[in-house]
C-alpha cells in the first residue's frame, strides 16, 4: 500500500474486555514498530518486528500485551482483560530494514485511539 | 539508551529562531528527525550520518557531531506551521540496534 494502515481508528471498550489493533505495513518493509503515545507524551516503545520474529519485547507493560505478525506483513496487537490505563493512541510504524542509516527511516500509520471506559 | 532532548519546551513568536538538541551517552551512526503535529502520527524530517554532516530542509536544519555524541535540529524564521512536537531518533553504532526516539521537545509558535 501507499503508507502504513491501522485499524480501527477509533475503539471504545469497557474495562475487561480484549482488544485487538491491527497494522498494514508499507509493502516490502521487514522492520514493524508499535509504540504507545498517551495525551501530550512521547513515543513508548513496546515491540519491534524483524519478518515475523519479535527480538525485543521488553516494551509490552504486562503480559496482557501480545503482538504477533504474520507472513512478514500484517501485524496484530493485543491487549487483553483492557484498564483504563491501557487507553492511549497506539501507533504503528514500519522500515524497509531495522539498521542501516536511510534504509530504517520509519514511517508511521495514523494511529489506533484506544479508550477503555 | 534513549536519547535526552533539551529544553522538553519552547514557545517562540513567528519568525524567531530555534535549536533543539538531542545527546545521546553511545557512540551513534545516525541520527533521524521527526516532527509530530498535533492529533496527526510523526513525519520524518531529515536523517544525519555519521560523518558530522549538516543537512537542510526549507529552512529548517540540523547537525550531527559524533565525537559529542550529539545533534542540533535548527529553525530559523519560525513559521506558525513549525509547531509541533520534535522527536530525534538515535542509532547506534555495530550491531541490529533498533533506532530509539528521545523524549520529544514540543514547539509553539504564535503569532
Known amino acids: 500500500g501507499a503508507g502504513v494502515s491501522q485499524s480501527p481508528s477509533n475503539k471504545v471498550t469497557e474495562k475487561g474486555k480484549d482488544v485487538e489493533l491491527r497494522c498494514d505495513p508499507i509493502s516490502g518493509h521487514t522492520a514493524l514498530y508499535w509504540y504507545r503515545q498517551s495525551l501530550g507524551q512521547g513515543l513508548e516503545f513496546l515491540i519491534y518486528?524483524?519478518?515475523?520474529?519479535?527480538?525485543?519485547k521488553s516494551g509490552l507493560p504486562s503480559d496482557r500485551f501480545s503482538a504477533e505478525r504474520t507472513g512478514g506483513s500484517v501485524s496484530t496487537l493485543t491487549i487483553q482483560r483492557t484498564q483504563q490505563e491501557d487507553s492511549a493512541v497506539y501507533l504503528c510504524?514500519?522500515?524497509?530494514?531495522?539498521?542501516?542509516?536511510?534504509?530504517?527511516?520509519?514511517?508511521f500509520g495514523a494511529g489506533t485511539r484506544l479508550s477503555v471506559l | 539508551q534513549q536519547p535526552v532532548q533539551s529544553p522538553q519546551a519552547v514557545i517562540l513568536r513567528e519568525g524567531e529562531d530555534a535549536v533543539i538538541n538531542c545527546s545521546s551517552s553511545k557512540a551513534l551512526y545516525s541520527v533521524h528527525w521527526y516532527r509530530q503535529k498535533h492529533g496527526e502520527a510523526p513525519v520524518f524530517l531529515m536523517i544525519l550520518l555519521k560523518g558530522g554532516e549538516q543537512k537542510g530542509h526549507d529552512k529548517i536544519s540540523a547537525s550531527f557531531n559524533e565525537k559529542k555524541q550529539q545533534s542540533s535540529l535548527y529553525l530559523t524564521a519560525s513559521q506558525l506551521s513549525y509547531s509541533g512536537t520534535y522527536f530525534c531518533?538515535?542509532?547506534?553504532?555495530?550491531?541490529?540496534?533498533?533506532?530509539?526516539f528521545g523524549q520529544g521537545t514540543r514547539l509553539t509558535i504564535n503569532p
Open positions: 510504524a514500519s522500515s524497509y530494514t531495522l539498521t542501516g542509516g536511510a534504509k530504517n527511516i520509519q514511517y
Open positions: 518486528f524483524q519478518g515475523n520474529s519479535a527480538p525485543d
Open positions: 531518533g538515535t542509532e547506534g553504532v555495530g550491531g541490529a540496534q533498533k533506532l530509539v
